[in-house]
């Protein structure tokens, strides 16, 4: 009884491999973004002085401050951290835009799709 079972499994698994998929991908897939979605978090570096709030309030730890370089803050010249985003963690809410007070993250929608490679 057994056998005849897993014969007819191995059956359906090799009928079902050559079969037409039932699923599909939908019409939206081809989008990167719709309507309701926020978009992606883009630096404006020119605007960011490195305060961190943004890596701070990222709930998903996907921002991380790098070096980027010195900057003239008043009379002083200082070593600036800019945010870099882990876009493979990135849960794309849009907290790190909503905290800079500098408006230094956009979440842009009218950028290509990121293809991330591990």
Known sequence: ?????SVKTVFEAIESF?????????EDTERAFTEVSRGI???IADKCIGCSL?????PAQAITMIPGGKRMLG????????PSFDYSKCIYCGLCAQVCRQNAIEMRKNVDPIIIIK
């Open 18 to 26: 050559f079969s037409r998929p039932e699923t599909f991908p939908s």
């Open 54 to 58: 943004c890596a701070l309030s990222c």
């Open 41 to 43: 978090p883009v630096l």
């Open 1 to 5: 009884m057994v056998a005849k079972k």
């Open 75 to 82: 009379n002083r010249q200082v070593e600036i951290k800019n």
